[in-house]
């Protein structure tokens, strides 16, 4: 990419004086829409006595109560008669989309074409971001069922002159990527990873593809695996951040954060006790709030949404693309981490161990783990199995001191714990497809809490 380029320059270099008196006047714009038109809402803020006229600036946030995923279930069918959630009539509705259902019942979000427009403004300024340009061919290895992102991603496409072949999975023929000659591919780490392992199998090396940029999104990643997927591929990779709900944000070409776009779209980072913001740097929970421009509207509205991510502000300070919308870190799932007495292990934190470069001429960079009780009182045992390419030319006992040493670096507080014996971590080495993983259904837990 030549020089810095935008989709929207005028919205995308805004002036942060000029940014957040827009978000001020986008966040009293939402809450009057949701008193006017979302059933919720309505109900709500007289529930808790709240006057919409009171919000006037993003601060003012704080005083709103948050809701989650089980707030959305709560007042759908089958709990409720109507989705109280919905904030236009049917005949404004124009897709109607669930989320996975992986946590239970899906929740529903119904979008009209201006919703539409809007998620593909923020994947369009993202590919641009990140040097797209027209005539770029893409694979899209995202599901185009019920979620939004594969949709989402080909819709923005469109206005930018790429094509996209809309594989879904990541599985296949590799002559597509011998006809096609791709530019790109969107998909997950391992997704890519498994790919470009049939590629070497049938004597196309991912390295002489063409393809110049790989995004993954669906999954926060390690740097540690980033590294590895960019030395494969032999191009840059960038990361992404989206949502049924609206969230999508994403690195751009600097590779310095994600960028929110803050027109569209309200971020608030709170404590693990949900009472008051972060500072800038610290990590916390991902609260998100819609952003509605004059005379605009939304399918389903929400404020003050509880994502369960957490993450952290990297800078509100001009990026040097010339883009002045915040950067955040990649938000991490809360699902996803296990506590260990007062020790929070994420999957990410398991992945950079699995992936130290050390270990990675020998392994695949599949791995899973589990964390079990001990036989004492607060003795706990996490068990990580990886797999390699040739068992029988791998040394198990140098795998399992690399991982020990590499997940210590990640997560310095396991420390103590390992060292007073109240800790087991045990690393042992799998065949290729010899994982518990590739026998469940549906996407793969990689980090299991058996306790």
């Known amino acids: 990419m030549t020089g810095n380029r935008y989709h929207d320059p005028a919205v995308e270099t805004l002036a942060r004086p000029d940014l957040d008196t827009l978000i001020d006047e986008r966040i009293r714009l939402t809450v009057r829409y949701a008193r006017e038109h979302s059933p919720f809402y309505r109900r709500w803020f007289e529930r808790h006595n709240i006057r919409p006229e009171a919000i006037r600036e ?9 809701i989650s995923g089980a707030t959305i279930r709560r007042y759908q069918p089958p709990h409720e008669q109507e989705f109280c959630f919905k904030s236009v009539p049917w005949e404004a509705v124009f897709t109607v989309n669930e989320t996975s259902g992986t946590s ?19 994947y369009a300024r993202l590919f641009v971001s990140q040097g797209f340009e027209a005539g770029d ?13 594969a949709n989402t991603m080909t819709l923005a496409a469109r206005d ?15 002559r597509v990527m011998e006809q ?15 790919l ?29 695996s980033r590294r590895y997927l960019e030395e494969v591929w032999g191009c840059p990779v960038y990361n992404s951040y989206g949502s049924t709900e609206g969230t999508m944000c994403g690195e751009c070409t600097r590779q310095a954060g994600l960028h929110v776009p803050e027109d569209l779209v309200h971020f608030d980072l709170y404590d693990p006790g949900m009472n008051r913001f972060v500072h800038d740097g610290e990590t916390g929970r991902l609260v998100y709030t819609t952003l509605l421009a004059p005379g605009k509207r939304a399918g389903t509205l929400l404020i003050n949404y509880d994502t369960e991510d957490t993450c952290s502000v990297v800078s509100r300070e001009q990026c040097g693309c010339g883009r002045t919308h915040m950067r955040i870190a990649s938000p991490r799932r809360e699902a996803e981490t296990i506590r260990i007495g007062d020790i929070a292990l994420n ?105």
Request: overall charge negative; charged content about 25%.
């Open 58 to 66: 993003h601060e003012d946030l704080r005083d709103l109560p948050i």
């Open 104 to 122: 239970g019942i899906p929740k529903s979000f119904f979008l009209t074409w201006e919703d539409w427009e809007r998620y593909a403004e923020k």
């Open 137 to 149: 061919r893409v694979v899209v290895c995202a599901s185009y069922g019920m979620n939004v992102g």
């Open 160 to 174: 930018l002159g790429m094509a996209i072949v809309p594989e879904g999975k990541c599985t296949f023929p590799v």
């Open 180 to 194: 096609y000659r791709p530019t790109a591919l969107i998909g997950s780490v391992f997704k890519l990873l498994r």
């Open 196 to 224: 470009a392992r049939r590629m070497e199998a049938e004597g196309h090396p991912p390295q002489d593809s063409g393809v110049k940029r790989l995004v993954v999104g669906g999954e926060s990643f390690a740097p540690e």
């Open 347 to 451: 999957r990410v934190d398991v992945e950079a161990a699995v992936f130290a470069p050390e270990n990675m001429a020998r392994l695949n960079g599949e791995y899973e783990a589990f964390v079990y009780g001990g036989d004492e009182a607060g003795e706990t045992i996490l068990r990580v199995s990886v797999e390699c390419f040739d068992p029988a030319r791998v040394d198990a006992d140098e795998v399992g001191e690399t991982f020990l040493a590499a997940l210590l670096r990640s997560v310095p507080a396991l420390s103590g714990a390992y060292e007073d014996g109240s800790l087991q971590i045990l690393c042992s080495v799998a065949p290729p497809g010899g994982l518990e993983l590739h026998r469940a259904p549906g996407r793969p837990k990689r980090i299991v809490d058996r306790r």
